[in-house]
């Protein structure tokens, strides 16, 4: 460890001592850090791979993505602030020792940022045709289509607006010591809690009245419900973090796991079926009482399809 050299860590916070900045080191929170690091980006490939192979993102909630860019983001701020003696320090460790201790901070930052890159592709990829209104006339945006469009900037300004008040109490006001600086990673925390507990059931609520997979990937669920359980335990060991910090991902990869269990059994119900991911729950009965039925946005494989939707294989 280098020798220890002194700065002030707010206006009226002390100059640190020497010997304060004692690097945290554990051969298994280290490999556990790193395992679910690489393991966070690996998830999310085949949301974002799905979605530009596809050429849709049908089926996706903008609900869903508000919810868990705003509850990612506050979570990542709320971190950097409880963690911001250990990002001070970094001034007088080494390189290792620094990486090490801020591999949490590390994690949550590519949790956010692969998170909003699902946003910013359910855009780019959102279905032409639900871009424009069919009950007015074909110039005017649709109301799913306007929303996601307002949600974009909500979830830009929200990130902004954090961003530029943690660094002004970091700056100016002093580090998590400060009650003020405290209270603001606290609030950060708890609004993270409450958004991830409401984060799945829009995309629950959305894929049970599809009866369908959509866009959503079921590889990536299936990497990161069991991710979850691992990211709550490395980040709960993290020094400087607290419950604020590792809940939000217990509580989301209960709901993510509940999803993950409804888009297995729709893939496999429609497979049998031999409808796609795509099609919709959307009935129009072909008589009146009959059993046999056929959802309109669905047709069995062989014959004249009906469906409106994308790449519905």
């Known amino acids: 460890m280098s020798v220890l050299t002194p700065w002030t860590y707010g206006p009226d916070e002390p100059t640190p001592q020497p010997g304060e900045c004692i690097p945290h080191h554990s051969g298994f929170e280290l490999g556990l850090s790193l ?136 700056t100016f006001v002093g580090g998590p010591e400060n009650a003020w600086t405290s209270g603001w990673a606290s609030f950060l925390g708890i609004t993270s809690v409450v958004l991830a507990t409401i984060q799945y059931v829009p995309q629950i609520i959305r894929t049970f009245r599809r009866k369908s997979v959509g866009a959503l990937s079921i590889p990536m669920m299936l990497m990161q419900t069991p991710g979850a359980a691992l990211l709550t335990l490395s980040l709960a060991l993290r020094p400087g973090a607290n419950w604020t910090t590792w809940i939000v991902y217990a509580v989301t990869g209960c709901l993510q796991g509940t999803l993950l269990v409804m888009c297995i059994y729709y893939h496999f119900r429609a497979t049998s079926h031999g409808y796609g991911d795509f099609d919709t729950n959307e009935t129009e009965p072909l008589l009146a009482g009959d059993d046999n039925a056929v959802p309109k946005n669905r047709a069995r494989r062989g014959a004249p399809s009906t469906s409106s939707s994308v790449n519905a294989s």
């Not at 007088?92 to 090490?100: I, K, S, T």
């Not at 956010?112 to 871009?131: A, C």
């Open 35 to 170: 395992f679910i690091l690489v393991g966070m980006v690996v998830s999310y490939l085949p949301q974002h791979f799905r979605i530009i192979h596809k050429g849709t993102s049908d089926g996706i909630s903008p609900w869903f993505l508000l919810l868990g860019c705003v509850s990612a983001s506050s979570t990542f701020l709320n971190i950097v602030i409880l963690q911001w003696r250990v990002i001070k320090c970094c001034k007088v460790l080494d390189l290792g020792p620094c990486l090490e201790s801020t591999l949490g901070i590390a994690q949550l930052g590519v949790q956010f940022v692969m998170f909003g890159l699902v946003f910013v592709l359910f855009l780019i990829y959102y279905p032409v045709g639900k871009k424009v209104s069919e009950e007015l006339d074909r110039t005017t945006r649709s109301k799913e289509w306007t929303l996601s469009l307002i949600i974009a900037h909500v979830v830009g300004g929200h990130f902004l607006i954090a961003l530029l008040v943690t660094i002004y109490l970091l």
